[in-house]
Nanobody, 122 residues
């Protein structure tokens, strides 16, 4: 029932920064761990970052550690992905999703948004 809308993507140069937003409606994101994924042309969807319901825990794919920061503002029903020191390899469509799995079970991200394009020139 949750609808997610990603925004904030764009065309930037390597080394630049972007802040992606994922706004939710139809549900409260505080009920879910949230995650960001990306899909580059010709590649499968890749996990990027996830954040616990309270925001106290985060996880990142190794390739973005130290550069990307996932955060959430449950009061605003929004999740963010701050992307610094962007590289050409970060070029992809970025999606956010909610982890619908029960606690202790494998993650089951869903309620995907439409995605936002991030293009980094080399």
């Amino acid at each position: 029932q949750v609808q997610l809308v990603e925004s904030g993507g764009g065309l930037v140069q390597a080394g630049d920064s972007l802040r992606l937003s994922c706004a939710a409606s139809g549900g409260t994101i505080s009920n879910y761990p949230m995650g960001w994924f990306r899909q580059a042309p010709g590649k499968e969807r890749e996990f990027v970052a996830a954040i616990s319901q309270s925001g106290s825990r985060t996880n990142y794919v190794d390739s973005v550690k130290g550069r990307f920061t996932i955060s959430r503002d449950n009061a605003k029903n929004t999740v963010y992905l701050q992307m610094n020191s962007l590289k050409f390899e970060d070029t992809a469509v970025y999606y956010c999703g909610a982890d619908r799995a029960p606690r202790g079970a494998a993650a089951d991200f869903g309620y995907w948004g439409q995605g936002t394009q991030v293009t980094v020139s080399s």
